[in-house]
């Protein structure tokens, strides 16, 4: 057993009791939340109430604090007042798929980001204790705590604190209210484009720092937080990065006060995204490699010196991420929509959404699970290749370069969480030309949108799927959007001015006019005859 002297739970909590599933039922709890409103109630108390009618939204406190308290005072004063501040829920590492009674696991307060031998390790909650309180008692607790900023439950990856960190100090959590993100209804790239009335676009990017990263980043800068207050020896987190977890890391570090180190390959980057974190005071160090290249380093440095890894191989990371999953069945008021297409490259975010679906299945919040997708840019697909081989022969390939440089990924360090996400899913894996994700684009842009290029490589997977009928035209899909478009304005820039070869299908360039009224008058007249009016 390997563990932490400075956490030492007994998981016994955690090794599965031989229990009849119906009397299970009849034994889950409904908690009286009363004395806890939604800015103070840390369910991490479960009471003993016998309740059978969860409130569907706690009472709230309308008073306004004491001048001389922040948020998070306040916080704590109702913790106190309301000794709703005890915990009953338990998380900890274990080897990435052990069982519950594994016999390796270690303390989220331990550093270590392996397994014994060598593998991936995946944080595994207390799901015996969680279940104490059924479906519509977390539905509502959740429900209750959206868009408030109540601290931390405004945060829509906080609003679930129960099920990311359970166990962490309010006090000690660094957030910036990230996630609840829109969920943006495509009604005429579906209709136009694909002949579908149910599509979403899950803009994860409308975000703090402009990507998903942000969600992870939340739960990993905070238990490093948690870890420096604990007097660990932590003096700076780093990462490798294609552009947005750098961006998200050097972010939460600097508001939490946290040095941090991002290694990143040179010119691969978006300028927008090199200059996050040069503006959030970040040690950025340009590396004359790729990403892969990158990792290789990070993981090297990590071992030699106390800086604490914020790659995805950090399971924490995909505890927030998971999140995005839980906020889209919330967003549809708990009903489970057909697919849910995400674009993947180091592959921790196709992995962290099955656990935020699959958690909701196993808690009792849905009955199922969506069928997922993961979409690759042609030029980085080692999952798609190994998909097509049966999930026979997995290799590593050198990313080539692409627009979509976010997933620029050849040797993904998440290949085993993917692959177990998907055959758990009725998974499919897609792969986008650079044609096809520019274009597709440029569709979805001139719908409305102003989607990233990863993007792109979703809408490709999804226009592919529609075509070949494996996605029906009332099927209610999903489509996570990663990052801001914003991040990717050169690549659009390009794309639109025709510069880049053989590419431009959806074109839509500014048009040079002498600065007189006849040259304005002829090409609006131009423009009114042409069939570009037509197709609106
Ligand atoms: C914008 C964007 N989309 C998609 C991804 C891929 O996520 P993952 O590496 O978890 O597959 C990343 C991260 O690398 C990203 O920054």
């Known amino acids: 057993m390997v563990s932490s002297s400075l956490f030492n739970p007994s998981f016994s909590t955690l090794t599965p009791k031989p229990t009849n599933p119906t009397t299970k039922r009849k034994n889950r709890l409904a908690p009286n939340v009363i004395a806890c409103t939604s800015s103070t109630y840390d369910s991490s108390s479960p009471t003993t109430s016998t309740n059978s009618h969860p409130p569907t939204a706690p009472p709230h406190n309308h008073s306004r604090r004491n001048a001389e308290e922040n948020i998070k005072d306040e916080a704590r004063r109702h913790r106190s007042a309301s000794g709703c501040d005890s915990r009953g829920f338990m998380a900890r590492y274990v080897p990435f798929n052990a069982g519950f009674d594994s016999a390796e696991w270690y303390s989220l307060d331990d550093i270590v980001y392996r397994s014994r031998s060598g593998g991936l390790l995946d944080v595994q909650h207390d799901m015996e204790a969680l279940s104490r309180f059924d479906g519509a008692y977390w539905r509502s607790l959740f429900d209750s705590r959206v868009g408030k900023t109540a601290w931390p439950y405004g945060s829509g990856v906080w609003s679930k604190k129960e099920w990311v960190l359970p166990e962490i100090d309010p006090d000690d959590i660094v957030s910036a209210f990230e996630g609840n993100s829109n969920l943006f209804w495509a009604e005429r790239f579906g209709k136009q484009y694909l002949s579908m009335n149910d599509l979403w676009v899950k803009h994860c990017g409308i975000s703090h720092t402009g990507s998903f990263k942000d969600l992870g980043m939340t739960v990993l800068v905070s238990q490093v937080n948690r870890l420096r207050k604990l007097n660990r020896t932590v003096v700076g987190v780093g990462c490798a990065s294609t552009g947005d977890t750098s961006a998200a890391l050097s972010a939460y570090c600097a508001a939490a006060g946290i040095p941090s180190i991002v290694f990143l390959p040179a010119n691969k980057i978006s300028t927008a995204q090199l200059v996050q974190p040069i503006a959030n005071g970040a040690l950025v160090l340009s590396i004359d490699t790729d990403f892969d290249g990158c990792m290789k380093l990070i993981r090297e440095i990590t071992s030699e010196l106390p800086i604490y890894l914020a790659n995805s191989l950090n399971s924490l990371r995909l505890e927030g991420q998971k999140t995005a999953a839980i906020e889209i069945l919330q967003q549809f008021d708990w009903e489970v929509p057909d697919w849910v297409i995400v674009p993947g490259g180091n592959l921790g975010n196709i992995y962290a959404f099955y656990k935020g679906f699959k958690m909701c299945k196993d808690l009792g919040l849905v009955d199922r699970i969506p069928r997922l997708v993961c979409a690759q840019a042609a030029n980085a697909n080692p999952l798609y290749r190994y998909y097509k081989s049966g ?112 590419m431009g299908q959806f074109a839509n360039p500014p048009v040079t006019v002498n600065p007189d009224f006849g040259s304005v008058m002829d090409v609006l007249r131009g423009f009114l005859k042409s069939n570009r009016l037509k197709n609106k």
């Open 391 to 502: 999930w026979k022969e997995f290799k590593a390939v050198t990313a080539k370069s692409t627009f979509a440089s976010a997933i620029q990924i050849g040797d993904p360090v998440s290949i085993d969480r993917a692959v177990f996400a998907l055959r758990n899913s009725e998974g499919i894996v897609e792969e986008a030309s650079e044609e096809e994700l520019m274009d597709a684009m440029a569709q979805a842009d001139s719908t409305g949108m102003f989607i990233c290029p990863h993007t792109g490589v979703a809408l490709t997977a999804l226009i592919k799927l529609r075509r070949s009928g494996v996605i029906g035209p009332t099927d209610r899909t999903v489509v996570v959007s990663t990052a801001h478009g914003l991040k990717f304005t050169q690549s659009k820039t390009d794309y639109h001015s025709g510069a880049i070869p053989g």
